[in-house]
């Protein structure tokens, strides 16, 4: 373990697409150059590219080069380089991620891991025959909040778990409308496979258990991807979930997400945003200490060095991807329920990926 004496060395990362949320993570990223540090990035739009330098130049930095061919990247920068940080549309993070692990890189891919079911299967591959590090930004699965949760959960101090309920919403319409978000072939997906993403991973990762069954319905509000989303669905316990997504409110961006257990109540939030628990006897929700977290790549970081074991694996973006698979199949046949036997038969009756 590094020591005051030994600290660890930093962590050298490509970001590959500079985009708005590439742009989030840098920040945060640039306030901890002892740690980690960003010698390359991947951007194909120059317009694109010197918007992110400038976060640089605002701390008196130099910008990283940029090498706007992933290929080119790695051929040129694989040896000097531990991970690569991919932060570019849906579409792409398949391949680039894949190429990467290949290359030797450790891998921190934004969610959602994939498009599909198969995608998410070739990488879980990938991983095990490079033995490459592949870790999903979840932020739910990768915050301390939803770790503690879990732990409360599995640990039966607040009985079996009746119903989970969740909700997202966001003015995410508006501010998405003419990008490659809603274009489907890049974004695989609208509200609900963007933002909600992290609805249907946070849920799941609470859960613990298979989705057996899912009824649910879609609606793009005249675009090209859903804006609006509701599902229902039932666990291998028994379990019930109800989750809904709305893509075209008012300007905001929130979640809350109920699980309620036969001793108590907990509520979180899809990224971890809040933990708070009510049990027999008390007369309202209190919150819940823990330690506090920069974000993905930091987690990604405790991951890399063996601080803590791997809370976001392909595996996550296995069960997500055939969660939303199913939610897909039932909103296209109107809503009639769906078993995971119908949509994904490899998965079923199998024991839950990451419990």
Known sequence: MPSASHPAPQLRVAIVGCGGMARHHAVTMLRHQDIVQIPVVCEPSAQTYQRFGELFLDVGLTPPPNTPDMETL?????????????????????????????????????????????????????????????????NGSLSPQIRQAVTLLRSGELGDILNIHGVAWQSWNFHTRGTWRQTPVMSGGGFLFDTGAHLLNTVSDLAGEPVVEVAAWLDNRGAPVDILGAAMARLASGTLITLSGCGDTIESCASDVRVFCTRGILRTGVWGERLEVQRQGDTDLASIEVPPSHGAWEQFMRVRSGQIANPSPPEVGLRMAIFWDMIQASAARGGRPVTMAEVDGSMAGTAHPIA
């Open 74 to 138: 790695l051929c040129d920068y694989a040896d000097t380089l531990d991970a690569v940080f991919i932060i570019t549309p849906h579409a792409l993070h398949h391949d680039q991620a894949q190429q990467a692990m290949e290359a030797g890189l450790d891998v921190l891919v934004e969610k959602p891991m994939v498009m599909n079911a198969r995608e998410a299967r070739s990488l879980i591959e990938t991983r095990d025959r490079t033995g490459r590090l592949l870790v999903v930004a979840f």
